[in-house]
């Protein structure tokens, strides 16, 4: 996942620029970066590694010696960015979030038909956003070269670049991930996540709708190319990855988290009755309390994040690394635990490794029974759309382990059986998970009852990684 801000002022945009790109620093654990063009300067631009130390230590003296009245910043998982590129379309600086599955395919493409070249990363991958770039190059310029970007790409692209005359954004051509628009006296800006412009004095204007492409300029906002009318928005960024303090197509993050827990509160009711119900920091909190309001459940909290040295952007990217961070950040509260029947609200089960320890060292802590409720549907498939989870493969998924063990092979299940949660093969997934993982009772979030938590039109919501549905 990335996440990414830019402004466009009539003075100095490098605070703005610091402090709004550095409120996405929970969409980001590798790289980000800074880059800003000012008239008698030119482009400027810094990228820094923040795998060991957040944003604003690595980026406070870019603050000092950077100006610029147009600006874009980036934090991402994976490739750094934003890139600086010279081209027929002159000099331009760029920045995606997106997910692209076909890259072999377009870069041999590229390769037999024009005489270009791709840097490697480390890990000998080629950086998404160069290849945009690459991509958008192709045309005569850069509206079209966005476009033919878009349609060639499998899997979801936004893209957002600078010129020297103003910020082009362009947001995916299904919607799957937000651009939102801000502005204040002298200035606007453009953002992932709605509340990072807040404090710096923007009031929002509007989000960008799906494949709509705008210009951003210190003087205002121009549509270039009209949205489209079909929307799917990625749902998991109301169940996990999208900051509380937000809100996407006017939904709130907070109140929609509220919503998913007081329906699975619903769900329970009269058939478990624990002592205190909790969430996994930091993501599952709101989901229990929404629980809590709606049973008459005690909220409590059993365990604590530990953040003063362990914020999210500090998470290595190994998997094995990741889940003993995970497990070194959560310090228990032996009083709210021992003797306690407990229900326990994570935001999703992915592998089961980081929930089935966490319920390990509950029964070790004391508890007496420790029942899971995800806050969102099993996840049968592995994202297509956006870099949101680090499986290589949808076997890495608990889910898919479990069904293959019922189906005896992995070739081709029919999968529609196992999203069904009225079905036998569901129920039976289901006990069969819980078993694995040691939980006293398990029951997913039902993907009705997560849409109508939403609150948006089914139609317009991306669910596939629950039921495969494009």
């Not at 072999?104 to 160069?130: R, Y």
């Not at 190059?137 to 670049?161: C, H, P, R």
């Not at 999968?415 to 997913?444: G, W």
Request: glycine share 8%; aromatic share 10%; hydrophobic share 35%.
């Amino acid at each position: 996942m990335s996440g990414f801000f830019g402004v466009a002022s009539k003075e100095n945009c490098v605070f703005d620029l610091y402090f709004g790109t550095d409120y996405h620093s929970h969409l980001g654990t590798r790289r980000a970066g800074m880059a800003v063009y000012d008239d008698r300067e030119g482009f400027n631009r810094a990228i820094h590694n923040i795998e060991n130390a957040p944003f604003r230590t690595k980026f406070d003296k870019e603050v000092e010696r950077m100006r610029g009245h147009l600006g874009i910043g980036c934090i991402s998982d994976y490739e750094p960015q934003p890139l600086i590129i010279r081209s027929h379309h002159g000099t331009f600086s760029i920045m995606t979030i997106g997910k692209i599955n076909n890259t072999d395919e377009i870069v041999k493409k590229l390769l037999s038909t024009s005489p270009t070249h791709f840097l490697e990363m480390s890990g000998g991958d080629i950086n998404a956003t160069e290849l945009v770039a690459t991509i958008i190059n192709q045309k005569d310029n850069l509206i079209e070269g966005i476009q033919f970007a878009q349609q060639i790409i499998d899997g979801s692209m936004s893209i957002v670049i600078m010129t020297s005359k103003g910020i082009l954004a362009a947001r995916d051509k299904m919607g799957r991930t937000p651009i939102t628009l801000g502005r204040k006296e002298d200035a606007y800006c453009l953002a992932f996540e709605s509340f990072s412009y807040l404090n710096l004095g923007y009031s929002p204007l509007r989000d960008l709708g799906p494949g709509e492409i705008v210009v951003m300029t210190p003087d205002g906002i121009q549509t270039l190319a009209a949205p489209g009318k079909e929307m799917r928005i990625c749902t998991f960024l109301w169940i996990y990855y999208g900051y509380p303090s937000s809100s996407y197509e006017g939904i709130s993050v907070e109140q929609m988290r509220y919503n998913c827990g007081a329906a699975l509160a619903r769900r329970d009711a009269d058939s478990v009755r624990p002592d205190i119900v909790a969430g996994v920091p930091d993501s599952g909190t709101a989901h229990a309390i929404g629980y809590a309001n709606t049973s008459g459940i005690p909220y409590s909290r059993p365990f604590i994040k530990y953040t003063p040295t362990w914020p999210r952007s500090f998470m290595p990217t190994m998997q094995s690394q990741r889940n003993l961070i995970a497990k070194m950040k959560l310090i228990p509260v032996h009083d709210l635990i021992r003797d306690k029947s407990l229900l326990l609200i994570d935001d999703s089960i992915v592998r089961g490794t980081q929930l089935r320890e966490t319920t390990e060292f509950l029964y070790r802590s004391g508890a007496r029974e420790v029942h899971v409720r995800p806050a969102c549907p099993p996840l049968l498939y592995g994202c297509k759309y956006l870099n949101f989870s680090r499986s290589t493969s949808d076997m890495e998924l608990i889910t898919r382990r479990v069904i293959k063990e019922m189906e005896g092979s992995d070739k081709y299940p029919n999968l529609t059986r196992y999203a069904d949660p009225d079905s036998e093969q569901y129920h039976e997934m289901v006990n069969r998970i819980c078993k694995q993982m040691n939980f006293t009772s398990l029951r997913y979030h039902r993907l009705d009852d997560m849409v109508e938590s939403v609150g948006l039109d089914r139609c317009k919501l991306c669910t596939y990684c629950w039921d495969g549905r494009e």
